[in-house]
């Protein structure tokens, strides 16, 4: 499940720009590196749910050097507004990502033979 996951992530991070067929693809790589419909499933989820988690995390902490950068109370509000901004986005693309890769994976795990 480990390796899934990795590779899950690395390839949702490389194919995740392509709509729809990027994360269901993402997806089915994990699925088929576990066996079973069901660690199919949780692979794909997982994978997506991480990359979206750890965009998150990324972009709110832009948005706080933004606002460190530019200083004063303008500084913070503008770091606020960016970081609140970009965390609504990443929550729902973390959504899209785990749903999509959690199909995927499914049919990945479907795919392979126990």
């Known amino acids: 499940m480990f390796w899934a ?12 720009s392509i ?16 066996r079973g419909t069901g660690n199919g499933a949780l692979a794909g989820f997982l994978s997506g749910s991480i990359g979206g988690i750890l965009a998150m995390f990324i972009l709110t902490s832009l948005g706080g050097v933004v ?3 530019t200083g004063g109370l303008l ?6 507004m960016f970081g609140a901004i970009l965390g609504g986005g990443i929550f729902i693309a973390t959504l899209y990502f785990g749903l999509l890769g959690l199909i995927g994976g499914a ?8």
Do not use: C, T, W
């Open 75 to 80: 500084g913070g509000v503008l770091g606020g």
């Open 67 to 69: 606002g460190s950068v």
């Open 5 to 16: 996951l990795v590779v899950g992530i690395i390839s949702m991070a490389v194919l995740g």
């Open 19 to 34: 709509p729809l067929f990027g994360p269901l693809l993402a997806g089915f790589i994990a699925g088929l590196i576990v």
């Open 107 to 114: 049919l990945g795990g479907l795919a392979r033979p126990r």
